[in-house]
């Protein structure tokens, strides 16, 4: 089984570097790559093929919503995991631009790795408490 190759998009450096160190910890995930923007998430998503893409939705510039219909359109088996600190307010855009799940950032190591696990198999992973609430029509994998 091949590692699943992990792009992650955040515009702070030091979520970048937490996110590193702690899927480093994984045997069954490889980071490819980091991007600080939307812009840069485009081009190396394009550069390096990754299998998942970890997507910020507020950043300055291109935001994650426009980034991800953008690879979307260009990728369009591209799996991306947003990986937010929004919680309902951004749910249905996220949704609409192509997101492959839907996770906040104050998920716990186990439920991101779970969470960038099952997007790259095909299942749409939202965290729990916003399922109710936001998105009733998806379901955790």
């Given at each position: ?52 893409v970890t997507m910020d939705i507020q950043m300055c510039g291109l935001d994650g ?40 950032k104050d998920s716990d190591y186990d439920q991101i790795i779970q969470a960038i696990h099952q997007v790259s198999s095909g299942g ?18």
């Open positions: 089984m091949h590692a699943i190759r992990v792009l992650l998009v955040d515009d702070y450096q030091a979520v970048l570097e937490g996110l590193q160190r702690m899927l480093a910890m994984d045997e069954t995930i490889e980071v490819v790559g980091v991007a600080q923007s939307g812009e840069e998430a485009i081009s190396k998503a394009m550069a390096l093929s990754p299998d998942v919503i426009a980034a991800t219909r953008q690879l979307k359109a260009k990728m369009p088996h591209l799996n991306v995991l947003a990986l937010t600190m929004y919680g309902e307010s951004r749910i249905r855009d996220a949704i609409d631009a192509g997101v492959s799940g839907y996770i906040l749409y992973p939202i965290t729990p408490s916003l399922l109710h609430r936001s998105a009733p029509e998806y379901a955790v994998a």
